[in-house]
């Protein structure tokens, strides 16, 4: 049996060091991390690279349900996917696992409360930035990459994970943002 530790944040400039140390210290052998957002299971690649590693009898560790996935039947998927490989998955805090019938209960409950607060921080954003509007005050997000320098570098022929590391985005988002201009070309052609 081996214990295997899935970290995840949803932005670059987030720290991973806090969720490593819990999963060291709950002796994971192999520990995979990424910077990408929760939302869906879209370029999450060390979360499928864990799934596939997964064997009879291993542990996937994560500190937090939402590490896992924000949308409770993307989790309840992840589990299902661990449990075809004989796996099983266990939440740190709070404490819960699959390996009993209880765990599955308080992991769909503990998934669906997660959904909901999601939703509620979106309503609250969207209402936040709509009173920003009519004040004439919001300005809209900040780019975080150099999209043109993105495009620049994908045409001189350096490949999108070399980008991503330059960069320091994911692959996936170098993959959007060269998509983007290369739509964005074709209709001004």
Known sequence: MTRIGYARVSTIDQDLDQQLSKLKAEGCAIIRSEKISGGSREGRDELATVIEFLRPGDELLVTRLDRLGRDTRDVLNIVHECEQ?????????????????????????????????????????????????????????????????????????????????????????????????????????
Do not use: W
């Open 85 to 189: 490989r004989g796996a099983f998955v266990t939440v740190l805090d709070p404490h819960v696992t699959t390996r009993g019938d209880m765990g599955h209960m308080v992991l769909t409950v503990l998934g669906m409360v997660a959904q909901m607060e999601r939703r509620f921080i979106k309503e609250r954003q969207r209402e936040g930035i709509e009173r920003a509007k009519a004040k004439g005050v919001y300005r809209g997000g900040r780019q975080r990459f150099d999209r043109s320098e993105i495009c620049r570098l994908y045409q001189n022929g350096i490949g999108p994970a070399a980008i991503a590391r330059l960069v320091g985005c994911s692959r996936m988002q170098v993959y959007r943002i060269v998509n983007e201009q290369e739509v964005h070309h074709t209709k001004m052609a």
